[in-house]
C-alpha cells in the first residue's frame, strides 16, 4: 500500500487540479469524496482508479469495509497523512475517504427507456447545489433518464456529487443541445410539458399518466425561447399567491414530478 505523507507530491497536485472542471475535462477523472458517495458509486459500478484514506478523520469502522470492497475490485488504495487529505479535501468535515473515480459515457446511445418513461430535462443550470437536488429528486421518483441541456456546472463538479448525495451514481443522465434533446423526446413520442411562470394552464390540470418530459429552466432566466416558442410543448405553471414569480428550479421540478407519480399510481390502483 501506497503511503503519501507530503502535500508536494505529485498525485496530491493532480487530485487538487480535479478541483477545476477544465482539468476534469482534460484528464477524464474527478473526486468522489465521502462514505456514502463513494459507496453508492461503487454499487453502481462506477470505474475507479484509486482510493485516497486517512484513519484519522474516520466517524467509524465503515470506512474499512469499504477499503476492503475497493481492494477486492482491484482498486489502488492509497494511505495518506491528516496533513495530506485535509489538502486533497473539498469537505470542511470530511471522513478520511476520496476516491479517484473516471468518466462515463453522457450520451443517448446508452440511454433505455421503460414503457412509460419519465424524463427531465434541465435547461443551463447553473448552481452546483441545485443540480445535485434535481438528481437526488429525479432518482427518488425512478426518472427514466435527466437529460442536461447546456449545463453551466457539470456533473462532476465534487459539489454536485455531494449535494446528490450519490444520486448521480444511479441516474442515468445525459449531456446534450437544446436541439439534440427535442429530437430524442420526439423520437420517443412522449409528450413534453414546459414548466414556465407565464404558462396559463396549471400543472395539475394536466394528465402525465403516459410517457412524459417535463422541462425546467436556470435558476434566474428559466427557459429558453428554444422551448418556449415551440408549439409542439404544453407551458405548465405552479399556482403562486405571492409576490414572488419563480421558485428554485428543484422545488418546481420536484412538485410537478409528484405529481406525475400520484397520478400513475392513482391509475394502477385503478381508482384514476
Not at 122 to 142: D, F, H, P, Q, T
Not at 166 to 195: D, M, R
Request: glycine share 6%; hydrophobic share 40%; net charge neutral.
Amino acid at each position: 500500500m501506497e503511503i503519501i505523507t507530503s502535500r508536494q507530491n505529485d498525485r496530491v497536485k493532480f487530485l487538487c487540479k480535479l478541483r477545476d472542471h477544465v482539468k476534469r475535462n482534460r484528464y477524464k477523472m474527478f473526486l468522489v469524496e465521502g462514505y456514502r458517495e463513494l459507496s453508492r458509486a461503487m454499487d453502481n459500478n462506477i470505474p475507479m482508479d484509486t482510493i485516497f484514506f486517512c484513519e484519522k478523520f474516520f466517524k467509524d469502522l465503515v470506512q474499512w469495509d469499504l477499503i476492503q470492497r475497493a481492494e477486492s475490485k482491484n482498486v489502488q488504495i492509497c494511505q495518506v497523512s491528516a496533513e495530506v487529505f485535509e489538502k486533497i479535501s473539498c469537505r470542511e468535515n470530511c471522513d478520511g475517504i476520496l476516491g479517484l473515480a473516471k468518466f462515463w459515457h453522457l450520451d443517448f446511445p446508452h440511454v433505455k427507456l421503460s414503457k412509460n418513461a419519465l424524463i427531465l430535462v434541465a435547461e443551463s443550470i447553473e448552481k452546483a447545489g441545485n443540480l445535485g437536488a434535481l438528481m437526488r429528486s429525479a432518482e427518488s421518483v425512478g426518472v427514466d433518464v435527466l437529460i442536461l441541456c447546456n449545463p453551466v456546472t457539470d456533473i462532476f463538479n465534487p459539489n454536485v456529487i455531494r449535494a446528490s448525495q450519490g444520486a448521480v451514481f444511479g441516474l442515468p443522465t445525459v449531456v446534450s443541445s437544446n436541439e439534440k434533446a427535442l429530437e430524442f423526446l420526439e423520437a420517443n413520442a412522449v409528450q413534453i410539458f414546459a414548466t414556465t411562470p407565464s404558462a396559463k394552464n396549471i400543472y395539475f390540470h394536466e394528465n402525465f399518466t403516459s410517457p412524459t418530459a417535463i422541462i425546467v429552466g436556470s435558476e434566474h432566466g428559466g427557459l429558453s425561447d428554444f422551448w418556449l416558442k415551440n408549439n409542439t410543448l404544453t407551458p405548465i405553471a405552479l399556482p403562486q399567491k405571492g409576490t414572488s414569480d419563480s421558485l428554485n428550479v428543484n422545488d418546481a421540478a420536484v412538485v410537478v414530478l409528484y405529481e406525475v407519480v400520484r397520478q400513475r399510481m392513482q391509475k394502477e390502483s385503478g381508482h384514476g
